[in-house]
């Protein structure tokens, strides 16, 4: 199997041929004489454990070790692991025991596992699954390198790669809301068998080492790290601390480091972003951030994922509507739209209040894309609370929308909730609501046809050699549908990362057909 997901691109940081086994025919000057460490990754989960990836993997190419695409040619392989829901425990799981097959009958002789199965089943990790050498947490991304083997020395005065400053982060200041939540037990671990006492605290700044594993052309930054929110359903905060954000300055010089390597699309991201800023007294933090960002010239598209329905201000909405480049996109997920099931997972908030909140939305921003994502069959979730969900998609009117079946998660407080539906009911109920979705996303993809807009050109298409693939600034990297490439002028030389003006010519439910004109 190869390690997959992650096709190291490169960074603005990286010499050009430091390109993952690239790397192994024309070595860096400065590498010992040694053979280096062939590490291979596997990257499991949303992006913002790939940032944590792309981290880990700076740190160890900055200290001499050479990265590989191919399990089978690692001497050591990381797997990077999620524990949002139950599925993506078990996807990790079977992850680590596949790669653990390249230790027992193949090269590699560590295996090393991290991220956020690690902050959950630290102690049973190793227990039961006897070939893991380490563990890393999701706060102790340093620790790679010891875990490898590998010293944590800074590179030679010539090499490409700047010195970690975790200095920087050595004192945090909190939100107000964080520490009440503190106080109250929202991030305790104490009843997790095996979880270490201490809370992840860690945060990357712009002078860590990060290789990119997103094509050239893209890039996540993450500004902020943990949550301070109370969703019953959900143990992020446990997993990953309490909301600190990153410097303004430091996101910012990312940002430009990025553009001057030929990174054209920035996508913030953070378990909340729109707390961006809040725990160092920065009022409209995001917005602030975004303006800023807008003003570096060699960026074409900026855009942030995941906010929180009411910490969505008019600051907001007027900065996305003003600036161009940043994309009329929003992702708000909303998790529910009964108000009595959203008063059991603790958010808040109810149809009424998000439906004059959406209103708002595209009245400031008219040509707006938003997203939502829901969980459907939260403990107790009524026929009638159901329905109610279904009422709201339907006057909503999404863009893009997902459904996560709700399975139950130990630790976190709906766990210890009545009236638990069964896997087949939720099941059920999720198709349904995808159901009512697929005909609006039908309906707003036809609406489309004949419409132009800009195309970011990714390449030949993952379906058919026949066709290219890209996104428009409707479309966020890796989650919403595709706008597929079937026709070109004569003579046309598709670059992947270029930008170029197409017209929509076809429909399907989600994805789009499209000419370069
Ligand atoms: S906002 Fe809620 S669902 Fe999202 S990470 Fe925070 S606690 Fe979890």
Redesign the pocket.
């Known amino acids: 199997m190869p390690v997959k997901d992650l096709t190291v691109s490169g960074s603005p940081d990286l010499k050009p041929d430091f390109k993952g086994e690239n790397s192994a025919a024309n070595p860096p000057a400065e590498r010992p004489a040694a053979r280096a460490q062939k590490v291979g990754f596997v990257s499991l989960g949303c992006p913002k454990n790939l940032v944590d990836s792309e981290v880990m993997m700076g740190l160890l190419a900055r200290a001499g070790a050479e990265l590989t695409r191919r399990a089978e040619d690692a001497d050591v392989i990381v797997v990077n692991t999620c524990s949002f829901i139950e599925s993506a425990q078990q996807e990790s799981v079977n992850t680590i025991l596949e790669m653990a097959a390249h230790k027992t009958g193949g090269k590699a002789k560590k295996l090393i596992v991290a991220g956020c199965l690690v902050e959950r089943y630290r102690d049973q990790i190793r227990k039961d699954i006897p070939e893991v050498d380490a563990v890393v947490g999701t706060g102790e991304l340093e620790k790679i390198l010891s875990a490898t083997g590998l010293s944590s020395a800074p590179a030679a005065s010539n090499s490409p790669f700047v010195v970690l400053n975790s200095a920087a982060n050595s004192v945090l200041p909190s939100r107000a809301e964080g520490d009440a939540r503190a106080a109250q037990g929202r991030f305790s671990r104490e009843s997790w068998e095996g979880a270490v006492a201490d809370l992840p605290n860690y945060l990357y700044d712009d002078a860590t080492p990060r290789i990119l594993a997103t094509p050239r052309h893209m890039a996540y930054i993450k500004i902020a790290e943990g949550?301070d929110?109370p969703?019953t359903f959900?143990i992020?905060?446990q997993l990953r601390g309490q909301f600190r954000s990153r410097r303004f300055e430091s996101v910012i010089a990312e940002a430009e480091r990025l553009a001057q390597g030929g990174v054209r699309e920035i996508t913030l991201i953070g378990?909340?972003t729109t707390c961006y800023g809040e725990d160092f007294g920065l009022k409209d933090g995001l917005a602030l951030l975004l303006e800023k960002l807008a003003a570096i010239e060699d960026l074409r598209w900026v855009r942030f994922l995941y906010a929180?329905p009411n910490k969505i201000t008019g600051k907001l909405l007027d900065t996305i509507a003003g600036h161009e480049k940043i994309c009329s996109y929003m992702d708000v997920p909303l998790q529910h739209a009964s108000a009595s099931v959203l008063k059991r997972m603790k958010r808040g908030g109810g149809a009424d209040v998000f439906l004059r909140s959406i209103a708002k939305m595209r009245r400031t921003i008219p040509d707006l894309t938003l997203r939502t994502s829901f969980i459907v069959g939260f403990p107790g979730e009524t026929e009638k609370e159901f329905e109610e969900l279904c009422d709201f998609v339907r006057e909503a009117q999404f863009d893009w929308m997902g459904a996560f079946a709700y399975s139950d998660q130990d630790g976190a407080s709906a766990y210890a909730l009545e009236k638990k539906l069964s896997p087949r009911e939720i099941e059920r109920r999720r198709k349904h609501l995808m159901g009512i979705q697929r005909q609006i996303s039908k309906k707003k993809k036809k609406a489309l046809v004949g419409r132009k807009f800009d195309l970011l050109l990714e390449g030949e298409s993952d379906e058919t050699e026949l066709l290219l693939e890209g996104r428009t600034a409707m479309h966020a990297p890796e989650i919403d549908g595709k706008v597929f490439v079937n026709d070109s002028p004569d003579g046309f030389e598709p670059q992947p990362g270029q930008f170029y003006r197409c017209q929509i010519t076809e429909a399907h439910d989600y994805d789009l057909v499209a000419r370069i004109l």
């Open positions: 949550c929110h969703c959900c992020i905060p378990q909340d929180y």
